[in-house]
């Protein structure tokens, strides 16, 4: 009877471990390559990570983005605030922020913060797509 119970119990393990969702990426995933659009942002993306450019900043993600089965995201990187004229001596260079993303089909949904907490935006981002972006003057 214990032998039965044994394989009752990996049996169910086997066929439980197969079940999964089909609904967004499989776990692990990365993020499509190439370029991602929308209002007022445009991000880059590639095996090692991603490049942003936006209206008035800039930001970096240095290393692979991996989706979940649920389609979505979170990973560390840096965003940098600019302003129109030139770069001055020991100006920020980038602080630490947050990138969190829901990925639905083509679209992704894309918010920024800085680490710990204060929110920058939460932009559409389309894959393919250029962005539009206007850049501080």
């Known amino acids: 009877m214990e032998r039965f ?68 995201f979170k990973i560390s990187g840096t965003y940098a605030p600019e302003h129109g004229g030139p770069t001055r001596e020991g100006e920020e260079t980038g602080r630490p922020a947050v990138y969190t993303g829901r990925l639905d089909g083509q679209t992704l949904s894309l918010a920024i913060a800085f680490e710990g907490g204060e929110e920058i935006g939460t932009f559409e981002l389309v894959h393919g797509r250029s962005g539009r972006i206007t850049k501080c003057l």
């Not at 197969?18 to 209002?39: E, F, K, N, Q, Y």
């Not at 450019?53 to 979505?72: F, M, N, Q």
């Open 5 to 72: 119970l044994h394989l009752v119990l990996i049996s169910s393990l086997i066929v439980v471990s197969s079940c999964g969702s089909s609904r967004g990426a499989p776990a692990g995933a990365p993020l499509p390559s190439g370029t991602w659009g929308g209002s007022h942002i445009q991000m880059t993306v590639g095996p090692q990570g991603a490049t942003l450019e936006l209206d008035c900043a800039h930001g970096t993600i240095a290393e692979p983005i991996r989706v979940g089965r649920d389609g979505r």
